[in-house]
Every structure is written in C-alpha cells, then in structure tokens.
C-alpha cells in the first residue's frame, strides 16, 4: 500500500468514527487509530484498517456473515442498520401497502442488538414488524415467516461459525415472493435489488446515523408462535409407531456423574429409546428437549455442559458438529449411558446430526474413547437417505430434493418409490423452491421434513423424524445401520466423502479452480473420466455457479467448488457399488472397505491436482 492508500484508509476511519452509532465501536476504532500513529504498531493496525475498509460486507444469496468489529467489513451495528434500511427500502417498493416482517435473533454476542436495530429500522420506515421474544432457532424463525405471512424475515445468526462471527440471514414470503419459494432465503435477483438498496444508503451522507430509527411501534411476540411451532413438529410423529403418550407421567430423573439419565418405571416390553443430544452451546437445547418430549420419549441424556446457549462455545474448537471433534464430549457420555443415538444440532438449531455405535469401527487401539469403541458419525448423505426413504414410504407423490453436491442416491430412492427427483444449486434457498417438495436435504447436516410449515432446513424436526425411525426400528431388534443395509441392497451402495482446503489467501481460491478447469483428470481413481461439466455456465437449467463436475464410467462422481459461506475449496467424493439383494452384512462390510480405501485414493488425486 503506499502513503496515499494508507492516509485515505485513515480518513475512512475518521468518517467511520463520525457516522457511527454505536459507542464501544467507535472505541474500537479510536483505539486501531491510535495504534496506527506508533511506528512500533503501524503495520499491524494498518493492515486490520485495510481490511476493515475494503469495501461493504458483501450482501448476497447468504445474507450477511463475518467477524464482529467496527467498519463496513465487519459485522456491527452500522452495518446491520444499513442493511435493514436496505431491507425496508426494497419491500417498500416490491409489496404493496404496510410491509409485514419478522424477526429473530440466537444466543450469540450483538444477536439482540442486531435484532432490535432491524425492528427500529423497518418499524421507522413504514413496516409492520414483529420481533420473537427470545433467543430462539432458525427453524421458528422460518416457520415465523410463514405463519404469520410475514413479507420478509431477518434471522440474525452466524449459524456454525466461530465465536467472533455473526450473520443476517434475509426470507422473502407474503406478498414479496408467491411461488414455491415463499418463506425461503433469498436468491437471486432478490439479493441484488437489496444489495443495491443497503449500497444506496451506506454512500450516502451520515451513513447509518442518518438512518431513521424508531424507540417504539414493533410488536414483541409471546411464547405462543414457539408453542405452535413445536405442536406442528409434533404432529409429524406417526401413529403406526405406537410411541407413549407424550402427556402421560414424565419418569423422574436420577442425577448421574455428569448428567441426568432418565429412568423410566416400565417393566414391560422393549426399553426405551435412549437418546444423546447436545445443542452444542447454542439455542436448540430446551426446543429439542420439548420436541422429543412431546413425542413421548422419556429417556433422554442432554449434554448439560453445552446444553444452555454460551455465544463463546467454551467446549468445541468450532460449533459445527461436522468438525473433528465436536461431538466428542457427546459420543463420550453416550458410551457412558450404553445410548442408542446421539442426536446434535448446532447453534441455531438448522442442522441436525446422527451419532451411532457401529461395533465394526472400534479399534481399540491407541487412547479408549468413545470414538475408538465403535461411536461415530453418520454422514449427511447417510441420514437424508434414511429420512428420504422414510418420507417416500408414506408418501403417494411429491418431489425429493437434494443439492448437486450431495448423494445421488436420493435419486434413486424416488424412483423406487415413484417420486420425482430434482437436484438443485447448493443451500437451501434452492431446495426449498423445488415445487411439490415433500423432503429436501443437503449433504451439509441441513433436512426439511416438513415443508409446508418451514421453507428450511430445520434440525428439530429432522431430529424428532430422525428419533421415530430409530425407536421403530429398535421395536423390532434393529437399527438405523440395518436399515441403511436396506438401503444399499435396494440401490447400491453410494458412498460419499469430502476433501476440504482452507485458505487464508482467498486469491489461491480461484487460482485452484482455474488449474483445474485448464487440466482436469483424464482419469478417476483408474476409471477413465467420460464427463467434465462446468457449472460456471449453467447446466441442466440451474442457475451459473463456480464449480466443477467430473464423472467417470465406473460411476465415480468428484464435485468441486468454492465454499459460499467460508474461505474453502470443497470437494465431495462419490463412488457407486453394485449390491446383491440378498448380501449378507459380512458382503456389505466388504464394500463399505472397498469403497472407503476408493475414496482414499481420490483424496490423494484431487489434492495433487488442484496444487494442494
């Protein structure tokens, strides 16, 4: 950077500082100022100044997400209330009359300040706007929006992101979008046009203090949308599963070591499902420990260490139960318990995910944890085909949904049971706009059971959904990994895997794409490669993306793209095997191993060829 650059950063903080609305920002800023003056902290303080003023946080398809801090890259309380009158901006010249809008906010630092920004805003500028009364999960947010046939709804969260994060997450319904897709996140053009709103209004003079905020005139909603929601996600249990009672006597408790088992006084039949569950520091646990509640299952372990919301998520390096060991302290207490499942949301309770005990993945070897004892994971792709299979049994018609990047077994699960099939752009704001949808999922943890309530993914219905077919499944001595057998024996077995680069130089991103596309593998794992699609120019009527398909004629499909939502380049691994109706679990280990050192190999040659 050279003087000139520098001193004009130095005057944008000085504007910044002016404009600014909120005290302990303005601080933050004076402070990175003051820094800059000292020779022995210039560089430091510049490079942060640079950043922080190199353009307006993007507002796109994903809304708004970054780390908390003062200055237009950041997350704050400015930016949020340009965003919001940017929001107010559009719906007053798309919907006719009073806009309606409402809002929701999680645990996380600045989520109810944020909140109370964006109902002041939209309230000063002509909407009718109502505001949850808690800290509640994204799902209620969404069902909000639909219930209430809001125009618009903001969630202000940052959903799996670290501690220092945090986000806006922008639904357009009601009046404003009035095809399959009301009550989803936004898409293109939506996201533009908002955009251009929230730019309009950054540039222009006072920046956010000049934005109208009303101190009154929004309505704070009472407990009574939660409890409707939680009476729809009960009404998705099925009366063939015989399931207690759910206002039958509660079994009392009994204190453990760590946590609280319940003990239930049947002396009867099959003992109850037990179930692990954390909501890993977020806004999911009491929702989840009601929704399960509800359906009449007593015997349910919370994680008590992550079970009330804490915005520094004290006990996991990342709060996404994707991430290596994020789950450990639940598979740990669920090995304890002799639990059937865990079940895990995250902070804002969107995703869900299954831990099961596979007696044939301990190892026994090295350190004794749970992990090393047979407890792990279910992949994404695992659990939509579970809840994909078990939503088409019941269903007479209807659509299955799915991203590009997850299995393509879905696929095959409609057409075995006469559904139609689409696959769609990555995120939910796609799969939700698929007409007659009736399930969706993403191989990123997200399921939507229900899509007449929530337009989403929504881990606490996916939970509940998830419970019911394990507790069916266990009256009848078998588990989920039998009915994935199942599966396999009816469609073959797909087997997925990822490969994950993060970057800290975002210029390395497309440089990696661009390798690829100049010099794509001729091969896959041996099997020559039959097909190279770029997604960058539309393919099979979606919507241009950056990314990259390769197919081979062994059936070995690779994906890869750049993360939307953090500075990684993915990749996701697909290989098909071909399955006896009548293998036996021995024959079916066999393939998972064979299919498991496949996907091995293809790590190794995708890494090489994208310069990893």
């Known amino acids: 950077m050279t003087l000139v650059d520098d001193e004009a950063v130095l005057s944008d903080a000085e504007t910044w500082i002016a404009d600014d609305v909120d005290d302990a920002d303005r601080a933050d800023l004076r402070d990175l100022l003051a820094k800059a003056a000292d020779p022995?902290?210039?560089?430091?303080?510049?490079?942060?100044?640079?950043?922080?003023?190199?353009?307006?946080?993007?507002?796109?398809?994903?809304?708004?997400?970054?780390?908390?801090?003062?200055?237009?890259?950041?997350?704050?309380?400015?930016?949020?209330?340009?965003?919001?009158?940017?929001?107010?901006?559009?719906?007053?010249?798309?919907?006719?009359?009073?806009?309606?809008?409402?809002?929701?906010?999680?645990?996380?630092?600045?989520?109810?300040?944020?909140?109370?920004?964006?109902a002041a805003v939209l309230t000063a500028a002509g909407a009718d706007v109502s505001l949850l009364p808690a800290p509640l999960p994204t799902p209620v947010l969404a069902f909000a929006v639909r219930r209430l046939d809001a125009d618009a709804g903001v969630m202000v969260t940052a959903s799996h992101n670290p501690a220092a994060d945090n986000g806006y997450k922008v639904y357009l319904g009601g009046r404003a979008v009035t095809d399959s897709g009301q009550g989803a996140q936004i898409v293109p053009p939506y996201d533009a046009r908002i955009a251009a709103e929230i730019s309009r209004i950054a540039k222009g003079p006072g920046g956010a203090s000049?934005?109208?905020?009303?101190?009154?005139?929004?309505?704070?909603l009472g407990n009574d949308l939660h409890e409707e929601y939680l009476r729809r996600v009960a009404s998705l249990r099925d009366p063939e599963l015989h399931i207690r009672d759910a206002h039958a006597p509660r079994a009392t408790p009994v204190?453990?070591?760590?946590?609280?088992?319940?003990?239930?006084?049947?002396?009867?039949?099959?003992?109850?499902?037990?179930?692990?569950?954390?909501?890993?520091?977020?806004?999911g646990g009491r929702t989840l420990e009601r929704v399960l509640a509800d359906a009449g299952f007593t015997d349910v372990v919370p994680v008590e260490e992550q079970f009330d919301p804490d915005p520094d998520f004290p006990t996991v390096r990342f709060p996404n139960p994707e991430e290596k060991g994020a789950l450990d302290l639940a598979m740990s207490i669920a090995s304890d318990v002799r639990a059937d499942i865990v079940i895990a949301n995250d902070p804002d309770a969107d995703r869900c995910a299954v831990a099961v005990y596979d007696a044939d993945w301990g190892t026994y070897q090295g350190a004794e944890t749970a992990r090393s004892h047979g407890w792990r994971m279910l992949t994404g792709d695992q659990v939509g085909a579970l809840l994909g299979w078990d939503v088409a049994r019941g269903t007479a018609s209807g659509t299955l949904a799915c991203s590009i990047v997850s299995s393509r077994l879905l696929g095959r699960i409609a057409e075995r049971h006469g559904l139609r099939h689409a696959t769609t752009l990555t995120g939910f704001k796609w799969i939700a706009r698929t007409?007659?949808?009736?399930?969706?999922?993403?191989?990123?943890?997200?399921?939507?059971?229900?899509?007449?309530?929530?337009?989403?993914?929504?881990?606490?219905?996916?939970?509940?959904?998830?419970?019911?077919?394990?507790?069916?499944?266990?009256?009848?001595?078998?588990?989920?990994?039998?009915?994935?057998d199942d599966i396999a024996r009816a469609c073959g077995l797909y087997s997925t895997g990822q490969l994950a680069a993060r970057f800290t130089d975002l210029a390395r991103i497309p440089e990696a794409m661009g390798r690829l596309r100049a010099a794509p593998p001729d091969t896959l794992d041996g099997a020559p490669v039959t097909g190279v699609v770029d997604l960058s120019e539309g393919v099979d009527g979606l919507p241009p993306t950056d990314g990259i398909v390769l197919t081979a004629d062994d059936g070995t499909r690779v994906i890869v793209r750049p993360s939307g939502t953090e500075p990684k380049v993915k990749c996701y691994l697909e290989v098909v095997s071909s399955v006896a109706g009548d293998a036996t679990g021995e024959d079916l280990g066999r393939h998972r191993v064979a299919a498991q050192e496949r996907l091995e190999r293809l790590k190794k040659e995708l890494a090489s060829a994208l310069g990893l």
Request: aromatic share 6%; hydrophobic share 45%.
């Open 40 to 118: 022995h902290l210039r560089e430091v303080a510049l490079a942060e100044l640079r950043d922080r003023f190199s353009g307006l946080l993007e507002f796109g398809t994903a809304g708004l997400r970054g780390a908390m801090a003062a200055g237009p890259h950041r997350m704050n309380r400015a930016v949020v209330i340009t965003a919001a009158a940017g929001l107010g901006a559009y719906l007053a010249s798309a919907v006719p009359g009073t806009p309606r809008v409402v809002v929701g906010y999680d645990a996380r630092h600045r989520s109810a300040d944020f909140a109370r920004d964006t």
């Open 210 to 220: 000049a934005v109208p905020r009303a101190d009154s005139g929004w309505k704070v």
């Open 255 to 283: 204190s453990g070591a760590r946590t609280a088992v319940a003990i239930t006084q049947e002396d009867t039949g099959p003992a109850p499902l037990r179930i692990v569950t954390t909501s890993l520091h977020g806004v």
């Open 435 to 484: 007409p007659d949808l009736v399930f969706g999922y993403e191989e990123a943890l997200g399921y939507c059971v229900d899509p007449d309530a929530v337009r989403d993914k929504d881990g606490l219905s996916a939970a509940l959904r998830v419970a019911l077919l394990a507790e069916r499944l266990k009256e009848s001595g078998r588990t989920l990994l039998d009915a994935l």
